[in-house]
């Protein structure tokens, strides 16, 4: 799936040079809590040859999909719309979109030549008339539309919020089947909304707790392949995976990247005391960070890479610690009711998500990186397992239903605690990662 | 690795096949090609030296209170039993795998599973088997073998299994 498009995918041109709303009435503040989603409709792509035809629907349809999946965009369907764009390049009639009050239009063109696909587009703001940023254009191949459908989305949702985007991603996770008592794992990868789903790995060995590198074209996991479970290595391009820790007499999980992607974090259990230790990728002998007899365990570095924040039961039970890089004398950052485990720095660099037990219930939660301000996002009789988007707005995390029937499934809730969402996979599904955006 | 996970395999396989109880094979919750390789035969409960005697007779599993790893009196009798069948039965090894009940994130409950798979093996050390006939894994909440979300069968998820393996190394 990465194959076709790491070469393919040619960037983006700047088509014109109009006027730029920087802060003009369309906006939305995330961090002011929209209640009302923002009005917009995306009509059909221009299909600017006969072989893009099918792709002018479908573009819009994943365009549409993406920004109404945030919970701050609402679609005004196509049904409704009053106007067709027939002509990319044509002036566009305003009046027809505010009178479906529309506050954003969003128009595109395609075009396929053999197997290349071109993807142009504009966004505007109807009820200033004008348009929103410059026209962009993509190109990739035609097996990577949805890429380029994410893409547009990212744009639009960027413009607007004036955040990053992180639609064109991915998300490895554990896919599984099977009763909780004899549940099947395997490793897959597929597009943050469920699209392109791959397996990586069969489901022969317990695997758990994939990890992206830094650029997304490694993935570190904890596999029982040998009976034992150890933290391995895989490339998501050739699918070939190799163990890292396999010292005798000693289990390793809990992987995770350093940001320089040259190194890694992990627990290691010896004689049934875990601690956390660091490792180059290329081999050598882990580095222990933490010597305590209590589980130390679940590390994620900060995004500067000079911290790392983790969990330990050394206070009796578990809760969250900062400490330097190179270890050292941690700081206890939690300090509410209950447990806190898996905590993961955002990639923005000011939060830290966590999931939190406390009273029968898991919730997953946010606070700051020293500990203060404390929101719970979720509730449910077994949340865990957070995981930032790239743009550190939304979190992805595993929900496990309660009972003999118990299934596991992805949820996606925004850091608000807002748009709470299953995502869309066939099957049951834990311990996701999110990706980077994808170059 | 690999052809090491494909014997392993292989020879549980044919445990499996050649035993007419096979349901009941591997109640501990290791699953083909689990940790160590080489299966013994199960033999009769009624053999004090087999298998199915120090699973059904000696008793093969010790639980634990949740979040703890400390042996109770019920517990050390149970491994007292253990380590008196594994001195009179030198042949065998083992491998003793630690479990967690659902109530806990993934990563603390594969470290609390070794804790306890440690703890059972300490027990046994200190009671006179030797170390090198044993070797411990965890495999926190990923292998319950109740699956009702109830204290009745967190209690006996939250367990060390003493699983008998002619090769107890990877």
């Known amino acids: 799936m990465m194959r076709f498009f790491t070469a393919l995918l040619m960037g983006l041109t700047v088509l014109g040079h109009m006027a730029m709303a920087q802060d003009g009435p369309l906006r939305i503040e995330i961090t002011d809590g929209v209640v009302e989603p923002l009005p917009y409709a995306v009509p059909d792509f221009v299909a600017e040859n006969s072989a893009a035809g099918g792709y002018a629907t479908q573009l819009a349809q994943v365009i549409a999909s993406d920004l109404s999946g945030t919970g701050l965009f609402r679609e005004v369907p196509q049904k409704a719309h009053i106007a067709k764009i027939t002509n990319f390049s044509a002036p566009v009639q305003f009046a027809d979109w505010k009178a479906i009050n529309a506050q954003a239009l969003i128009t595109g063109a395609v075009s396929v030549s053999g197997s290349q696909l071109e993807v142009k587009f504009r966004v505007y703001d109807v009820f200033a008339g004008q348009e929103l940023g410059n026209g962009l254009r993509f190109k990739g191949t035609v097996e990577g539309w949805r890429r380029m459908a994410h893409k547009v989305a990212d744009a639009v949702y960027s413009r607007i919020t004036g955040e990053g985007g992180y639609f064109d991603s991915r998300v490895v996770f554990v896919s599984e089947t099977g009763p909780k008592n004899d549940r099947q794992k395997r490793l897959a990868i597929m597009d943050y909304d469920g699209a392109n789903l791959q397996y990586l ?86 580095q222990r960070l933490t010597s305590s007899p209590a589980i130390d365990t679940a590390p994620s570095f900060s995004p500067d890479g000079s911290k790392i924040v983790f969990e330990s039961d050394r206070s009796g039970t578990q809760q969250l610690y900062v400490m330097p890089a190179g270890g050292g004398e941690p700081k206890r950052i939690s300090f509410g009711q209950g447990r806190y485990g898996t905590p993961v720095w955002s990639p923005r660099g000011d939060l830290i998500a966590f999931t939190k037990q406390n009273k029968g219930r898991f919730h997953i939660g946010v606070m700051r990186t020293d500990g203060g301000e404390e929101r719970l996002l979720t509730a449910s009789f077994l949340d865990e397992g957070p995981t930032w988007a790239p743009n550190g707005r939304v979190i992805m995390f595993t929900r496990e239903t309660q009972g003999a029937s118990g299934a596991s499934a992805l949820y996606s809730v925004d850091v ?3 748009n709470l969402r299953k995502v869309k996979i066939s099957g049951g599904g834990s311990d996701p990662a999110w990706s980077p955006l994808q170059e | ?13 044919l445990a499996l096949a050649g035993c007419d109880n096979s349901g009941a094979f591997g109640l501990g919750g290791s699953s083909a090609g689990g940790p160590g390789s080489g299966q013994y035969e199960d033999g009769s409960v009624d053999d ?22 400390t042996l109770n009196e019920e517990g050390r009798l149970t491994l007292l039993g253990q380590a008196n069948w594994l001195l009179e039965n030198d042949d065998y090894n083992a491998v003793i795998e630690g479990h967690a009940d659902e109530q806990g994130t993934r990563e603390y409950n594969l470290a609390l599973g070794a804790r306890r ?5 300490e027990f046994l050390v200190s009671r006179g088997v030797a170390a090198s006939r044993l070797n411990t894994v965890s495999y926190g909440k990923e292998r319950p073998i109740e699956i009702c979300s109830a204290e009745a069968c967190y209690a006996q998820n939250r367990r060390a299994v003493t699983v008998l393996k002619a090769d107890v190394n990877f």
Request: charged share 20%.
């Open chain 2, 48 to 69: 004090p030296t087999s298998v199915a005697h120090f699973r059904e007779q000696v008793g093969d599993r010790v639980l634990f209170t949740v979040d703890q790893s």
């Open chain 2, 117 to 121: 798979a440690s703890a059972v093996k």
């Open chain 2, 1 to 13: 690795m690999n052809g090491l996970t494909k014997i392993g395999f292989l020879v549980a396989a």
């Open chain 1, 201 to 286: 790995t069969d489901s022969s060995s317990i695997v758990l707790a994939p990890r992206f590198s830094p650029t997304g074209d490694r993935v570190l996991y904890t596999s029982y392949e040998t009976g034992f479970p150890q933290v391995y290595i895989l490339d998501v391009g050739s699918v070939q995976r190799r163990v890292l820790n396999s010292e005798a007499g000693t289990m390793s999980f809990a992987p995770r990247f350093a940001p320089d992607g040259k190194s890694l974090l992990l627990s290691i259990t010896r004689d049934g005391n875990t601690d956390i230790y660091r490792m180059g990728l290329s081999g050598g002998r882990p």
């Open chain 1, 416 to 418: 608000s605690g807002r």
